[in-house]
């Protein structure tokens, strides 16, 4: 069997993986052909990290392989939406987490964005926002109003000089951010009818927090 091993010389087709990268031996039985180890679009989990320059005698740049936490987080963060629940999650992954989520833009996908949000305010409360001030930017609250609602822990907001009036939709909802202790809204051209409509769950449910400061 051996002897006939050598008179062929066919040892099969030999390959070599170096940084990622699948190769074929030049004194294999078939031509060098480079080829990915790893084939995937660019939507799935690259396994390494970008390239950095090598400290060691050997020149060029190095790849280095992604910790399988890290790889576990970036996989969850590209399937977000199929999350049901964050809470009892450890806060330790709470950051990392969440900036990855934000890296793929999913909070600018309006398919998405309210559904993710609500991941996050219900495990994590305050430490996703603890205050915000919209001050002068009554754009943003119109069009964003319904994700600052799902801040369901926020205890500071400014919403000063944004043209409120008295039947904006927010006032319906102030009176249900329970966590809510300071709430500013000069000159918004509120009458007694404003006020009245904003604390309407509270004087007829109970529903709100009596000790806020408006």
Do not use: W
């Not at 099969?12 to 790893?38: A, D, H, I, M």
């Not at 529903?207 to 400061?213: A, C, N």
Request: charged letters at 25%; a negative charge.
């Amino acid at each position: 069997m051996s002897s006939n091993t050598e008179n062929t010389g066919d040892t099969g087709q030999v390959y070599v993986n170096e940084k990622g990268t699948l190769y074929q031996l030049k004194n294999s039985s078939r031509p060098r052909v480079p080829s990915r180890l790893f084939k995937r679009p660019r939507s799935e989990i690259d396994l390494y990290d970008e390239p950095h320059n090598n400290s060691s005698d050997e020149p060029g740049n190095t790849h280095q392989p992604k910790s399988l936490q890290l790889l576990a987080l970036d996989f969850i963060a590209r399937h977000i939406e199929l999350v049901e629940s964050l809470v009892d999650f450890p806060d330790l992954i709470a950051k990392p987490l969440f900036d990855l989520v934000e890296k793929y833009k999913i909070f600018h996908d309006e398919r998405r964005q309210s559904q993710v949000l609500q991941l996050f305010c219900e495990a994590y409360g305050q430490d996703i926002l603890d205050g915000l001030d919209m001050a002068g930017h009554y754009l943003a609250l119109n069009q964003y109003l319904h994700l600052l609602l799902q801040f369901n822990s926020i205890t500071k907001l400014d919403i000063s000089r944004c043209e409120l009036g008295d039947d904006h939709e927010f006032l319906l909802h102030a009176g249900c951010m329970e966590s809510l202790k300071i709430l500013r809204l000069s000159e918004n051209g509120l009458s007694d009818a404003g006020i009245q409509m904003m604390t309407t769950k509270l004087r007829m449910f109970g529903i709100g927090d009596r000790k806020s400061v408006v």
